[in-house]
T-cell receptor, first 115, second 117 residues
Framework: GENVEQHPSTLSVQEGDSAVIKCTYS??????FPWYKQELGKGPQLIID?????GEKKDQRIAVTLNKTAKHFSLHITETQPEDSAVYFC??????????????FGKGTSLLVTP | GAVVSQHPSRVICKSGTSVKIECRSL??????MFWYRQFPKKSLMLMAT?????????EQGVEKDKFLINHASLTLSTLTVTSAHPEDSSFYIC?????????????FGPGTRLTVL
């Protein structure tokens, strides 16, 4: 099955700096890669996703890059703000009915943005 | 759009009782909903996939008689923890796939904190 590795497990940056979180996956059939932000005591919130037919996607301060050959994808947050502090999860799925569209999650990155 | 609610948000019960958690898609229809369990500072662990009108598919190691799942409509799935014990205490989160969106997109509920005394 799919195995998703996520690094780093914790990340501390100063407000205004950039933050990068990296994930690797094992199943070459995976073709959908979402990123979720989870605040304490809340459910995960989808913040951006990418599919294997594109290499990069951007939404304001958030961007995701995908390298299918190397089987890794990354989340980039620019101009970080204290409210960006949360746990971020990457996920991957083969995105077909055989997999049930179930997501395979990384272990999460706890991001702390200090003022 | 794409809002998923869970009820209750928090529940405390005595050992041996059963607890029902509801997951609703508020502004879209979901043929498939997923139930996850999350331990403190850990990732989400998929428990089961719930399909409307059919039996749920459970992940290996998850007891189907312990965690009863019902998906009776396109907007509601329920998870019942039967004869709950302290080791069942956890954060339970559901997600739903929007029938009109890309099949792989999932939206998560806010979670239910279960504490079994």
């Amino acid at each position: 099955g799919e195995n998703v590795e996520q690094h780093p497990s914790t990340l501390s940056v100063q407000e205004g700096d950039s933050a990068v979180i990296k994930c690797t996956y094992s199943d070459s059939a995976s073709n959908y890669f979402p990123w979720y932000k989870q605040e304490l005591g809340k459910g995960p919130q989808l913040i951006i996703d990418i599919r294997s037919n594109v290499g990069e996607k951007k939404d304001q301060r958030i961007a995701v890059t995908l390298n299918k050959t190397a089987k890794h994808f990354s989340l980039h947050i620019t101009e970080t703000q204290p409210e960006d502090s949360a746990v971020y999860f990457c996920a991957a799925t083969p995105s077909n009915s055989n997999s049930g569209y179930a997501l395979n999650f990384g272990k999460g990155t706890s991001l702390l943005v200090t003022p | 759009g794409a809002v998923v609610s869970q009820h209750p948000s928090r529940v405390i019960c005595k050992s041996g009782t059963s607890v029902k958690i509801e997951c609703r898609s508020l502004d879209f229809q979901a043929t498939t909903m997923f139930w996850y369990r999350q331990f403190p500072k850990k990732s989400l662990m998929l428990m089961a996939t719930s399909n409307e009108g059919s039996k749920a598919t459970y992940e290996q190691g998850v007891e189907k008689d312990k965690f009863l799942i019902n998906h009776a409509s396109l907007t509601l799935s329920t998870l019942t923890v039967t004869s709950a014990h302290p080791e069942d205490s956890s954060f339970y989160i559901c997600s739903a796939r929007d029938i009109m969106a890309a099949a792989d997109t999932q939206y998560f509920g806010p979670g239910t904190r279960l504490t079994v005394l």
